[in-house]
């Protein structure tokens, strides 16, 4: 009982803690950024002399390129290995240049959005911006456009521009760009990157699918395959550190060594985010006994740019409850839950043996079966560094939606993440980084049947919002008594005629904006 008092922290320490050190507050950690920090653990093997005797091959007939085997002369995949940076907070991010000649900017690297921008004026935060004068080859298109997320909004000029990247690419490609010029909440405080990279689908691009996106341009340009994947490794480091960590984004394949066992694959319902199905959660093994619709509702997604994993409400709450119950704490304040208060151990403790697994099951290609990605309390209890005094302090790494499952980095940061765009699925597998004092914090497993599951978790009508749906239809009702009363003015006689009107054409384009808030 003695070491179990120890172990829960006075929440008026935790409370002086988050006044005396604003920067440990929640705030900005919820905006478009996510989880990093890498540390080189399992590193990979030597590679490079065995690479440069393989000649270049072709991408092979299922759309995947492996590391080893190079996709021709554009793209070296292997200097694409530990070519992120970046901590736990503030996001992974990669190098680039840009421009004639070339200017150096660090871009953070989003999947859950599909514009690619950069500083294009001096702001406080940053460092470094991207003066499209001094570039001989940029063009500005002739109109702005403003993108904007979960937290944070930018507005820039629309231009395109020839761009290098030097870990990865022996060649320049011609792509689309936007220049920040106004921006709200965007460029934070103690930021090591200038600009920002969506490798979502085209349907998210502002101001509309049509814009090609940076990773479209690539794929063609590098004749690479429409894939790519990503390892974040900040498992178990402190939220918000040096901002010298990082991990591997490969544009084009895939990389053996930076993962163990198999790829697991699961379909993309629908080809904006990378929308996902989720059947299932269990805590400590006890599912949680929900509609799968829920987890659904209104859509479930992998996105790098989100820092923690994002529950809707309903599903937060059971997620909560049930954590509470399955730990060794006997009582929490409810200020750790919600994000407002810090949990602090002595430096002597660590607090991740008193809480419980989460795993999070997945339909598999073959519907009939699932497998499971499950993390570890390393993963979801984060320690957050500055604490200082002789307590390491921790906060929650899950919080409440309004309405989206959001797989962000608090759980991508335990597995190897391979966007296959070209056979339109999600693979996971485990993370050779995803490490804690050198024991494993994900797993996967699988195949389970899905025979106890509805046969389609997505809903057609999202759960959240079938007032939208409503509304719509009570629009194309006076869309069309609109249109019956012009054809009896058409059919009339002349002299009873009415100059004809002409009523708003009504379309979607509009629910686009919904589509880019995370």
């Known amino acids: 009982m003695g070491a179990l008092a120890r172990a829960l922290l006075l929440p008026l320490l935790a409370q002086w803690l988050l006044r005396a050190a604003p920067a440990l507050a929640p705030a900005p950690f919820t905006l478009p950024l996510r989880v990093a920090v890498a540390v080189s653990r399992g590193a990979s093997p030597t590679l490079g002399a065995r690479a440069a005797s393989v000649p270049p091959a072709a991408p092979p007939e299922d759309g995947l390129a492996l590391a080893l085997e190079p996709a021709g002369g554009a793209a070296n995949f292997l200097a694409m290995v530990d070519n992120l940076q970046g901590d736990s907070g503030r996001g992974y991010y990669l190098e680039m240049l840009i421009g004639t000649p070339p200017q150096k900017l660090q871009v953070l690297i989003d999947t859950g959005s599909s514009n690619f921008a950069v500083a294009g004026a001096p702001h406080s935060y940053i460092d470094s911006y991207f003066d499209t004068e001094r570039s001989s080859t940029y063009h500005y ?88 994947s990503m390892q974040m490794c900040g498992a178990g480091l402190p939220v918000a550190g040096s901002g010298t960590n990082g991990g591997s984004l490969v544009l084009g394949g895939i990389e053996p060594s930076l993962y163990k ?55 937060f ?99 190897y993440v391979v966007f296959d765009r070209a056979r339109k699925r999600v693979g ?34 999202p759960l959240k919002e079938p007032i939208l749906w409503i509304v719509s239809c009570s629009l194309m009702g006076v869309c069309g008594i609109i249109l019956l009363i012009l054809i009896i003015l058409l059919l009339l006689p002349f002299r009873c005629r009415h100059r004809p009107c002409h009523p708003e054409v009504v379309n979607d384009e509009s629910s686009l904006v919904r589509h880019r808030w995370k």
């Open 141 to 228: 298109k002739g109109f702005d456009v403003t993108v904007k997320y979960t937290q944070g909004s930018w507005t820039g000029f629309m231009g395109e521009d020839v761009v290098t990247i030097p870990k990865g690419f022996n060649s320049s490609f011609l792509v689309n760009v936007a220049t920040i010029f106004e921006s709200e909440n965007f460029f934070l405080p103690g930021i090591k990157w200038n600009g920002i990279l969506g490798l979502a689908y085209a349907t998210l691009a502002k101001p509309s699918s049509s814009l090609e996106t940076f990773f479209d341009s690539l794929v063609m340009q590098a004749k690479i395959p429409n894939v790519f």
């Open 261 to 315: 066992g198999d790829i697991w694959y699961t379909p993309i319902k629908e080809e904006w985010y990378y929308q996902i199905e989720i059947l299932k959660l269990e805590i400590g093994g006890q599912n949680l006994n929900l509609d799968c619709r829920e987890y659904n509702a209104d859509k479930a997604i992998v996105d790098s740019g989100t820092t923690l994993l994002r529950l809707p409400q309903k599903v």
């Open 317 to 415: 709450d059971a997620v909560v409850e049930a954590v509470a119950h399955a730990s060794l704490i006997p009582e929490f304040s409810d200020g750790f839950w919600t994000g407002s208060q810090l949990a602090c151990w002595t430096n002597s403790e660590t607090p991740w043996s008193y809480f419980p697994k989460i795993s999070i099951y997945l339909r598999e290609e073959n519907s009939s079966i699932s497998f499971r990605i499950t993390i570890l309390p390393q993963l979801y209890i984060q320690p957050m560094v500055g604490a200082g005094l002789n307590y390491e302090c921790y906060r929650f790494g899950i919080s409440p939606s309004s309405n989206t499952l959001v797989i962000g980095a608090t759980v991508m940061e335990g597995f």
């Open 428 to 461: 996971f597998a485990t993370s050779r980084c995803a490490e804690v004092a050198g024991a494993p914090v994900s797993e996967i497993s699988g195949p389970f049947s899905t025979d106890d599951i509805a046969s389609n978790c997505v809903p057609t009508l």
